[in-house]
């Protein structure tokens, strides 16, 4: 008898913590206990100088990309990053943000590629799933290494955007009105150039993303 | 902000246009709100006593204030440097101002600490503090529109939130008295809250009469739109602002502060008034009751010169440099000469010693 | 297998603890109330002309006070004063508060938090479960007044903007104090605070550029309610995420389904 109940309060004890862990994730529970060790990653600054600095290192949010991994933008620390934001079923000018990007990226040395990553985040919490983005991913031929097409809480999208200054507001179609930006984070984490709208020369932002990887 | 490279300096007709992009930024300030060498409280300007031109480092900081503007009424106003109208600035043609400001608005500020020594206004109002200035908070967002400046608005105009700080540089291109005041939208409300005063900029090479006048003031017409609230302040009148009925047309901020402490000269003596109207709605009929106007330069510019003018037209935001000479011993009123105008306040004394 | 007396407690009280984490959100649902889907006249309309389509959500009933606010920050210490990144915010965030764990004094516990940036204002409502609400969330509940008579409306306007002009920041008041409650029984939505929403600065915010022009633009049906409306939304779009004041305060919404991701 006693084993039973000792078993029943096992399992309890194991669902409930699953439940309040998988809670916290998705609250974009701040307080993350291996923040200490991701800081001696960073060799150039300390933590101290981290806190007053705008670094989106800060951003303690975990991403979920369209392989199902958990990503965080600290992972890519000690390398540039290039950000950008979009949804899945827009149709009017987020393919041209993306393919932009793409140009960008592509318009690099391999070895440059190799060095860096690229975060596309999702405005569509609701509909651009993991699933939904490797549809998308596969779609547009950007499922590369390297490309992480993530989603996260409502939240910490916005929180991302408001960071990077990129206004959007869902319409009562469903479909988002947004603002159109590439961002670059150099190795510190810190926005070092906004590349905005979906027209121009890419030619000065590829010689700097270059630069930042020498 | 998507500026093109426009901001390198450039000259046409001996001026200077293109000036960088402002700086916003945020700063823990909590120093003198009112900084600047030629920069002083109303009705007193500064005499500039350097030759050629000067790059002037000028700060007004922009918060609330409880103040008096008429016998019992107090309300909490918006201001530049804690009074309405703000802080006179005198500068000369050509000169260069950088010019600061934190929107200080969710900070209790005090102007009447005694030793600040950054600027002849705050040593002036401490010892005359006519509208019995108190601190105050109500945090808004704020800009700075200098008329005097030419630059470009969504630049150098912009708003910002409290707590942040802008820096941006102009140049005096043009001679005049010119208004400044608070941009940002609904600025028939931030105006008529208080936040506007006046940049005097003397022309280089000066008006013809200067070496014969003997008294120099500046005098601001403005108008509040108050009614009383819950308390014993007074509130801003939202339907009397957008109707045009104010509840006081005044000079210099206070409904009695020209009879209290009236403009001073002597029977002989030429006395020049900077005139402007700052509004924000109303129009005014200058006159001087006793007195013809010499000289009018329309605007403050040598080149508009009117003689023998017994009323000056202005409309709101438009001012002029008067010369006039004071025939007798006695008091003179300056006066709004539209009546519904000068009874709800637009009035003032000069009051005239014997010939000396 | 004999299990002791006392690692049967142990696990009984982790279980307990663990329920106790979940509480939280549930004690926020149960201040939310329920804004049936509707529509409003906004001063940016996407349409000129159109009502906004506003779907059903839940708006929390009264402003976060200190009190919850701190509850907050005992559980998420990097949102304390101390620990804050300037990334999310600036100095004065929480200025009046006597340290990071003491608001200004007793009475201060049931008054809305205020000097809070927008992304404390965010994290906030994400660990409640929610989030804040959108910029047409709001207005579409501050709209939902019942008055007797357009005069009774006009007359609540031009308070409001009279309110705009001067608050009494010494005068510190409790939420509900006001007792100005929408058709639903949201409470203070005016003359309390300035609140938060999730999108302050929307993307028309750009092209706008607050000058003169902006409030005759707004001024859709020459009401003194868009008057009033319009200085909220000048006011509003003028901020920084990170700025704080001692008038802007946040209270958060909830989808009515769970907006919690699946993993």
Known sequence: MKFLKVT????????????????????????DHGHEHDMEQMQQLDSDAISHSESLHQVPTTWINQNSDTVQIKDFAGQPLIVVMFYGKCTETCPMLIQRTWKLYSSLSEETQGKLNVLAVSFDYKNDTPDALKEYAEYEQLDLPGWHFVTADQTDIRQLATLLGVQYRERSDGHFDHSNLITILDNYGNISRRIEGIIGDLDEDIHFIESLTR | MNLQAQTQEYKIDGMTFGMPEAEVYTEDYDGPPVVGEYVTMLPNLKPLDYEGNKHHEIRLDTFTQEIEVADGVRFRAWTFGGMVPGPVIHVKEGDKITFTMKNRSDEMVTITKPGLDASDYLDQITENNYMDAKPSIMPMPHSMDFHSGTVAKDDKWRTIAPGETIKFDWVANYAGTYIYHCGTPSVLMHTAMGQHGVVVVSPKDGYETDDRVDE???VVQSEYYLKKGAGDLYQYDFEGAQTNQPSHVVFNGHQTILHDQPLTANAGERVRIHFSNNGPSGTSSFHVIGAIFDRVWLEGHPFNEMRGMQTVLLGASSSATIDF?????????LIDHEFSDAEKGATGTLKAGPKQ | MKLSFNTYHKLTAILGILLAIQLPVLHAQDHAIMIPEGSFHSVLPEIVGEPHQVDAFKLDETAVTNREYLEFLKENPEWQRSSIPSLYAGSDYLRHWKDDLNPENEESLNRPVTRVSWFAANAYCGWQGGRLPSLNEWEYAAQAMDFDSNL?????SSNLIGWYSAVDTKVKSDVGSTGIENRYGVEDLFGLIMEWVEDFKPPIADDISLDCGTVGRMQGDASVYSYAMSIRYITRMSFKPTSSTGMLGFRCAYDLNSNKMEI
């Open chain 1, 8 to 31: 029943l309060i096992t399992i309890l004890v194991l669902s409930a913590t699953a439940v309040t862990a998988a809670a916290q994730h998705s609250q974009g529970d701040g307080h």
């Open chain 2, 216 to 218: 120099e003031y500046v």
């Open chain 2, 325 to 333: 000479i004071v025939p007798e011993e006695g008091k003179y009123t």
């Open chain 3, 152 to 156: 009774e409306a006009n007359r609540f």
